[in-house]
């Protein structure tokens, strides 16, 4: 029975996506079935112990494999280009951007779930796809929905926490401090306090990750509430979906606000293991940290000016261009405003990236978005101008290795533009979407048993030392 409704639903998949390239493989195919099962932890449940097969198969037939050489540039640039981490949920191209489980964004947005037909799609499909590999069904999605809201009451103390700390605290610091007084219920600690069999943490880990992710937009949100409008808090609302919830709890129920919410969850979920944030949330994970903790880690790094906080950093630095040149400012005024920002030793930020080496398709969703929704407002106009202007400006700088746009280029005039203007919260936006992808990894890393993460480092001596006998 449930076979025939594989195959009728991947007909279905097949029909709505029949436009696209047939670079599809089977086993692209195989991947976006959906089952029926409409609990995500009985759906984890059936397909861990075959995913702990296929690892040990790897370990055990490929162990010797060389994936490339270390060179000493690696060690000294920021481990560009290592290959060194297991991590499912999404893949980067340099070239083409990011695929969640094998799937690009234009793709998620035709396949996923969506609010109404033609809409963006809901954070809570990409959940079920970064952890499963498999394309929800609606009434999976609806499921994954009421299960978020039902696990989304946030204990007082948490507010408690955060009101200790002065109002005029970054918000970053504040939705951090509420994220470590979260960790008081976590279930992994507990269970392994107890002496929990290791074979079975991926289950308290699973518990943790799934509250974690349903009370991170209400610790936001209380943020956001406390620092900018007196705060009055919003309670959740009990039919709304994540991404809805969540522009609702901080005050903004326009349908536009809504969609906008769904899609920002979704682009910015997970991008690879290797940033900043994915990293330190598996590094810390590694050491068997609960994903509290882990996550808490995860959000320290993306507040950096270089990772997520470059979302303050670009409203912030347009608005400066304005103050100073006006709105209509001409191409030649924005680019000696470019060069001057780079002459005084600063990046420009929303531009560049450590992987991608075109413009990043996050970035060219929100720029469709904005061309749909706010053609006319001044703030993308100067938005869509700096495409033109920084590329070849960073390209002239002669060191840049990618001078496109990143993510962040583009978010927050779309904030902006329908009254989130408050840019030195954008970072925490980023961080609650951020827990999607950073939880569905650390679920799989406790269910395949990935070790601690251990690599070896090495002094300037050693270095020298290792070349001149090479040389
Ligand atoms: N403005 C000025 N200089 C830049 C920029 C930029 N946007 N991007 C790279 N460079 C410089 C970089 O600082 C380095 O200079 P130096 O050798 O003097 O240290 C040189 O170009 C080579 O850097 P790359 O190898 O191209 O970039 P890398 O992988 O080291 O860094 C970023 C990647 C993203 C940190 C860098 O491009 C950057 O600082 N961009 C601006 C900040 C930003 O938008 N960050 C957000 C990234 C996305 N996210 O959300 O995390
Ligand atoms: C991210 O989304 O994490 C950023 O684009 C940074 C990265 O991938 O290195």
Known sequence: MSFFRGLSNLSKLRSRIGQQSCSNTSARWIQMQSSSNLDLRSELQEIIPEQQERLKKIKKEYGNVQLGNINVDMVLGGMRGMTGLLWEPSLLDPEEGIRFRGLSIPECQKLLPASSPGGEPLPEGLLWLLLTGKVPSKEQVDSLSKELRTRASVPDHVYKTIDALPVTAHPMTQFCTGVMALQVQSEFQKAYEKGIHKSKFWEPAYEDCLSLIAQVPVVAAYVYRRMYKNGQKIEPHDSLDYGANFAHMLGFDSPQMLELMRLYVTIH?????????????????????????????????????????????????????????????????????????????????????????????????????????????????????????????????????????????????????????????????????????????????????????????????????????GA
């Open 269 to 469: 979920s997970d991008h690879e293991g290797g940033n900043v944030s994915a990293h330190t949330g598996h590094l810390v994970g590694s050491a068997l940290s609960d994903p509290y903790l882990s996550f808490a880690a995860a959000l320290n790094g993306l507040a950096g000016p270089l990772h997520g906080l470059a979302n303050q950093e670009v409203l912030l630095w347009i608005k400066s261009v304005v103050d100073e040149c006006g709105e209509n400012i001409s191409t030649e005024q924005l680019k000696d405003y470019v060069w001057k920002t780079l002459n005084s030793g600063k990046v420009v930020p929303g531009f560049g990236h450590g992987v991608l080496r075109k413009t990043d398709p996050r970035y060219t969703c929100q720029r469709e978005f904005a061309l749909k929704h706010l053609p006319n407002d001044p703030l993308f106009q100067l938005v869509s101008k700096l495409y033109e202007v920084v590329p070849p400006v960073l390209t002239e700088l002669g060191k840049v290795k990618n001078p496109w746009p990143n993510v962040d280029a583009h978010s927050g005039v779309l904030l902006n533009y329908y009254g989130l203007t408050e840019a030195r919260y954008y970072t925490v936006l980023f961080g609650v979407s951020r827990s999607l992808g950073i939880c569905s990894q650390l679920i799989w890393d406790r269910a395949l048993g990935l070790p601690l993460e251990r690599p070896k480092s090495v002094t300037m001596e050693w270095l020298e030392k290792a070349c001149k006998k």
